[in-house]
């Protein structure tokens, strides 16, 4: 895992961010139930305190949490490639085995005498060079 930024800047942001989301959580909250709730609300209140009055607090949740969300990221990854392979690239794959198609000309002929690809000659002139992309 890389190193953690735990500059009095990145825990001061950190404690903002936090406390920004659980205002959020606490006005979904009100908004849904019609209930206010004190709890949320106060730990909110404790992380934007500790954000401007003392940031040097916020340094254990800031490492578990950015423990946590390497942690979630790490697995997040692989689910997501397994999905894009599962669902992508199967059914593109049989598909393409339905329609008998080798795209990579990766069948082997018993008749053919080299799998060498000839390339047509072309003639070679300086404004070819100049201009590559």
């Known amino acids: ?3 953690l930024n735990l ?4 825990l001061k942001k950190f404690g ?6 659980f205002l959020l959580i606490a006005l979904l909250i009100f908004l849904k139930q019609r209930n206010f709730s004190l709890p949320v609300f106060s730990i909110a209140l ?3 305190l500790a954000a401007f009055i003392i940031p040097g607090a916020l340094k254990p949740v800031y490492i578990i949490w950015m423990r946590l969300a390497g942690i979630l990221g ?3 990854t692989r689910i997501l490639l397994l999905a894009v392979f599962y ?5 593109f794959s049989i598909v393409l085995r339905l329609m008998r198609k080798d795209l990579l000309d990766m069948k ?3 008749d053919k005498l080299t799998y060498w690809i000839n ?3 072309k003639e070679f002139s300086q404004s070819g060079y100049d201009r590559l992309f």
């Open 46 to 48: 404790a992380f934007l």
């Open 74 to 76: 790490w697995i997040n």
């Open 87 to 91: 669902l992508v690239f199967t059914p």
């Open 119 to 121: 390339k047509e000659k």
């Open 1 to 3: 895992m890389e190193k």
């Open 16 to 21: 903002i961010t936090m406390a920004v989301c």
């Open 108 to 110: 082997i002929s018993k």
């Open 7 to 10: 500059s009095k800047q990145s």
